[in-house]
Nanobody, 127 residues
Framework: QVQLVESGGGLVQPGGSLRLSCAAS????????MGWFRQTPGKEREFVAG????????DYADSLKGRFTTARDASENTVYLQMNSLLPKETAVYYC????????????????????WGHGTQVTVST
């Protein structure tokens, strides 16, 4: 079992930036995918970004490419999500999660592959 703990959320003005962290306790192996998700009340959780641990290959939701970046510090077992030019509609609880099958997919049929989740960190984009 891997425990994931997110941090770095808070209040930011529209157009501002935040960097979220996700610290993992436990072993992270080669093709595991560390992913970022977000959820607002009344909406389904959505995929934001992900990284394959050993290769560093990344994937992003189409609407976020160019504004969000995920990176890792292998020595600290930590992944980061740098978020720039934030919009009020991006107010949400942001979660990190682990997929041991090496896939970025997050659909009704693949959600169960994301077996480990953090408790989330609140990001509020507002004046």
């Amino acid at each position: 079992q891997v425990q994931l703990v997110e941090s770095g959320g808070g209040l930011v003005q529209p157009g501002g930036s935040l960097r979220l962290s996700c610290a993992a306790s436990g072993s992270i192996f080669g093709n595991y995918v560390m992913g970022w998700f977000r959820q607002t009340p009344g909406k389904e959780r959505e995929f934001v970004a992900g990284m394959i641990w050993n290769s560093g290959r990344t994937d992003y939701a189409d609407s976020l490419k160019g504004r969000f970046t995920t990176a890792r510090d292998a020595s600290e077992n930590t992944v980061y999500l740098q978020m720039n030019s934030l919009l009020p509609k991006e107010t949400a609880v942001y979660y990190c999660a682990l997929n041991r099958r090496g896939s970025f997919d997050y659909t009704a049929s693949t959600r169960a592959l994301w077996g480990d989740w953090g408790h989330g960190t609140q990001v509020t984009v507002s004046t």
